[in-house]
């Protein structure tokens, strides 16, 4: 892989984190002018870019209870993205794998969140739970 495609899926995980943050009210107002931002650097709510550690890959980010697997790519493979982001949330202990596919010539909030029926039937059972 060259050094300009690696720098531009870092600068997607970088885009998917920051809108994701951004929206759930993770980060304090005006967080881009600040050195530091986040309103609660140890919410375990956060969406966050883990340091990859062993031989087995973790995903781009950690948005409990989802790995999230980002992908900015010219030709778009969602199965095998799939696939990666369930393999990668097994391998961080998270219940739930996701594909972020950046949407060409589009903004982040744009991008397709992607996963299997399975894991999408297992999310559904969960949220009914919850009530």
Same mark, same amino acid.
């Given at each position: 892989?060259?050094?300009?495609?690696?720098?531009?899926?870092?600068?997607?995980?970088?885009?998917?984190?920051?809108?994701?943050?951004?929206?759930?009210?993770?980060?304090?107002?005006?967080?881009?002018?600040?050195?530091?931002?986040?309103?609660?650097?140890?919410?375990?709510?956060?969406?966050?870019?883990?340091?990859?550690?062993?031989?087995?890959?973790?995903?781009?980010?950690?948005? #409990?209870?989802? !790995?999230?697997?980002?992908? /900015?790519?010219?030709?778009?493979?969602?199965?095998?993205? =799939?696939? *990666?982001?369930? +393999?990668?949330?097994?391998?961080?202990?998270?219940?739930?794998?996701?594909?972020?596919?950046?949407?060409? #010539?589009?903004? !982040?909030?744009?991008?397709? /969140?992607?996963?299997?029926?399975?894991?999408?039937?297992? =999310?559904? *059972?969960?949220? +009914?739970?919850?009530?």
């Amino acid at each position: 892989m060259s050094n300009a495609a690696k720098a531009k899926g870092t600068r997607w995980e970088r885009e998917v984190r920051h809108y994701l943050n951004t929206a759930l009210g993770q980060y304090v107002d005006h967080w881009k002018d600040v050195a530091y931002p986040w309103k609660n650097p140890h919410d375990p709510d956060n969406i966050t870019r883990p340091a990859q550690t062993g031989a087995k890959d973790v995903g781009d980010l950690h948005a #409990r209870p989802f !790995v999230i697997e980002c992908k /900015a790519e010219r030709s778009i493979r969602l199965a095998d993205y =799939v696939r *990666q982001a369930n +393999r990668e949330a097994e391998h961080a202990g998270f219940p739930y794998g996701v594909a972020v596919v950046k949407a060409p #010539r589009r903004r !982040v909030e744009d991008a397709y /969140a992607v996963m299997d029926l399975i894991t999408f039937g297992r =999310v559904l *059972q969960t949220l +009914r739970h919850l009530d």
